[in-house]
């Protein structure tokens, strides 16, 4: 199974993290990145396509601003990213350049994904650079937007993008070996393979979260989470490690495997389950949980128990059970004032729900 999800694995999104980009004085680990580039021209060589995601803007700024430690106010922090961001791809264009190759800077905000049309710019332009035979290599425009900043150190950046594409492979090179069972025990053990994310999944990840960067291993499973829907594959493992993404690519068990869901979401679906912040919801009773979940059908006006928060028609709602946990997402027809007035109407029509 593994070998034959990386074998077909022909557009790979690689994410690096800070940790991996830097050395133990929080400098930029060249040598270290020189090797994945490395890697990652045999991959392409090898006939796939890789569009690299790399944080290490504000660690680079730190270096050039002469900050010892992470700077704790946000605008201090943009300030090293946007000094960073020229400085990092300066590294990037001169390794790649020693295989004749061009790298491109794509710097993206989550704003920027959520538009539609924006949305499918971003992926159009990713995929003209792939067919000129160029690295595009993503961060966030962390001059002007905080999100990975503050949270996730790209992780999430990495699986909007691999869902964006779509991407049939997501790897996270990070500084641990993968998700770890018992971390920092005698009986530590690498998780090898991951079919869902689940209570003990996540407590694993709570074992190894202080020892990673910035978004550390719960952000890392909130991305797997988004692609195993999508249904793409996610590795994560160590990039430290000499040959590390070969190996992965090779379908050599390194890392924590992370395997899709079977059914595949279409370009539209996904980008409406995994690009909004819905500020407005509807809890619905359980006949209409059935009916979404199990028979695939619309959402109707008479299921839906009551609204909360705000909404406008045509916005993308969550859908959730009186419990009022979220199972499904969807584009609602009316606005919240309209909402009432719409007995035995179809509130979100099946085309435009997605169950998560
Ligand atoms: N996008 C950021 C970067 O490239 C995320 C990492 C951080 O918060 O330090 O540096």
């Known amino acids: 199974m593994r070998a034959k999800l990386l074998k077909n694995a022909n557009l790979a999104v690689v994410k690096l993290g800070t940790g991996i980009l830097t050395d133990n004085r929080n400098r930029l680990a060249s040598g270290r990145i020189k090797q994945i580039v490395g890697q990652v021209e045999r991959a392409r060589r090898s006939g796939r396509e890789v569009v690299l995601v790399s944080s290490g803007a504000v660690a680079a700024g730190m270096e050039v601003l002469g900050h010892r430690i992470r700077p704790s106010r946000l605008e201090e922090l943009q300030a090293c990213a946007a000094v960073g961001q020229s400085r990092l791809m300066a590294v990037y264009q001169e390794l790649f350049s020693a295989f004749d190759v061009q790298t491109a800077q794509v710097l993206l905000t989550h704003a920027d994904l959520q538009d539609h049309d924006r949305h499918l710019n971003a992926r159009n332009t990713l995929m003209a650079l792939l067919a000129g035979g160029v690295v595009p290599i993503v961060n966030e425009n962390d001059a002007v937007s905080f999100t990975e900043l503050t949270v996730g150190d790209n992780d999430k950046l990495a699986a909007l993008v691999a869902t964006l594409l779509p991407a049939d492979l997501l790897v996270l090179l990070t500084t641990v070996e993968g998700l770890v ?174 169950v998560l």
């Open 181 to 354: 069972r018992n971390y920092g025990k005698s009986n530590a053990k690498v998780v090898s393979s991951v079919k869902k994310i689940d209570g003990p999944t996540r407590k694993h990840a709570g074992g190894t979260q202080s020892n990673t960067s910035v978004g550390g291993m719960l952000s890392k499973l909130k991305a797997a989470e988004i692609v195993m829907r999508a249904g793409i594959p996610m590795i994560i493992g160590n990039g430290a490690s000499r040959g590390v993404l070969s190996k992965m690519l090779a379908g050599e068990a390194v890392g924590t495997l992370f395997h899709p869901n079977e059914s595949k979401l279409k370009g539209r679906k996904r980008w409406i389950a995994f690009f909004h912040h819905p500020e407005g919801r509807v809890i619905v009773d359980k006949g209409a949980k059935l009916a979404l979940r199990e028979r695939g059908m619309s959402l109707l006006a008479p299921g839906v128990v009551r609204c909360e928060g705000e909404f406008a028609a045509g916005d993308v709602i969550r859908i959730c059970d009186t419990e009022g946990t979220e199972f499904a997402r969807g584009i609602t027809k009316y606005s919240l004032e309209q909402m009432n007035a719409t007995t035995g109407k179809v509130v979100v029509h099946r085309d435009h729900l997605v």
